[in-house]
């Protein structure tokens, strides 16, 4: 909400106030986009592990996982089709083999 009050910018008590071209404004202190819980968690440290797993492997088995990758298609949020590479193929598999 734009206000006409003392210039002034910072938290207090869940309201954050700040100012752009338009003026000043005060708006409710948002929620952190990354707050850090152990699901998250467990989904960074699986990434991590499939990342450091694929470093590891030979271009023959990395050829393998793009030859695979190139036959798993899936569709996005506008409808549209794609093929995944070797590292999402890589990643899809053991993920879902983890779960």
Do not use: C
């Not at 492997?57 to 393998?64: I, K, M, N, S, V």
């Amino acid at each position: 909400m734009k206000m006409l009050i003392e210039p002034r910018s910072g938290s207090y008590q869940g309201v954050t106030s700040s100012r752009n071209r338009y003026g000043q404004y005060v708006r409710t202190r948002a929620t952190p986009v990354n707050p850090n819980s152990d699901a998250q968690g467990d989904v960074r440290g699986r990434m991590s592990a499939n990342a450091t797993a694929w470093r590891g492997l030979t271009d023959e088995q990395r050829a393998g996982w793009e030859s695979l990758g190139s036959q798993m298609v899936r569709t996005d949020s506008l409808g549209q089709s794609y093929s995944l590479n070797g590292f999402a193929a890589f990643v899809s598999v053991n993920n879902n083999k983890l779960a």
